[in-house]
DNA sequence: TCTTGACACGTTACAGGATAACATCCTAGA
DNA sequence: TCTAGGATGTTATCCTGTAACGTGTCAAGA
């Protein structure tokens, strides 16, 4: 069971863990209610998972504490958390780590872009809306048409510049 | 044996596929001349590959494909291979697919964009200039240093939009 | 009330993607 | 010629993701 420990913090400034997660899981039920989706248990509890940890988790990360939540322990059972979710805009998916993170901004429709260190592995969640236009744009002089755009960018954090040259 | 065909085309529009890859190898040895690397067999034979296949390959289809033309047949081989192509900017890797893909504008310094059909699975490499700059404009806010971004968008190319409402 | 259909959950089994670690070999330069 | 570094090859294993099938649950309509 190594701790393939992907990311540390989930942005580069401080804030209120606690208060932010508690918002997630409100925020969660009213969009779903909203919308007439179920947060079921295993969906509600994949949530809390990733606003607890605060940070990115592989699925196997999720599932192994999914299984000693006792829900189901199989992959097929996290994966389809996280796409229901992902689905409802609640999270996100980094393909870059192959990990999922929970939405800072859910409810806001909006385009993440994400800044991942490569010395400190924190990650955090950019506002991409011009980033985005900008890839609309160019995707428009070809005739492409953009429905969904995935923005990483890898880097130093602030911190990480300070510390290493 | 699934052939797990990922893309289709390379570009939307039409173009010659000889010429490019002939091309592409031909600035491939300039390149690593240029820069002091080696251009070996293994190396050589993967961008070819990944040039006449003229779409994203994964990294195992490329690895039988090496294999079948008397290479090394384990993984390490052609993860290697795609590497380091990969650090001379003559090949791309698409997270989104997994996948590997020769690059279209070898040479010139430039950041990429992928747009993906959702619908055929072509793939085209756009000029991702702007996008780049709106990346590091966003990145700059918070302090974070980008070096490296992955772009892709996923939607529905020009061939597509017009067969399918 | 019973039926039925959509959806969620769970499991098995496997496919596909990636890397650590070690042995061998080649090659450019001292 | 010798040698150090890089390149190749192999083994073994781990991580990531999905297809397919069976069961349970709940709500709408007969």
Redesign the pocket.
Known sequence: ??D?AIPAACAFADHDHAACSAAGLAQAEALCAAQG??L????RRTLEILLEAHRAL????VLERLRSDG???????A???LE?LEAMGLVHRIRRL??FAACMRPGEAHQALFLICRRCEALAEAPGGRVRAAVEAAAAETGFAVERASLEATGLCPACRAEAP
């Open positions: 069971m190594p393939t989706a179920r079921t248990p295993v969906r592989g699925a196997y990360e829900f189901g322990g199989q992959p097929p059972v994966y389809r958390a229901f192959n990990a």
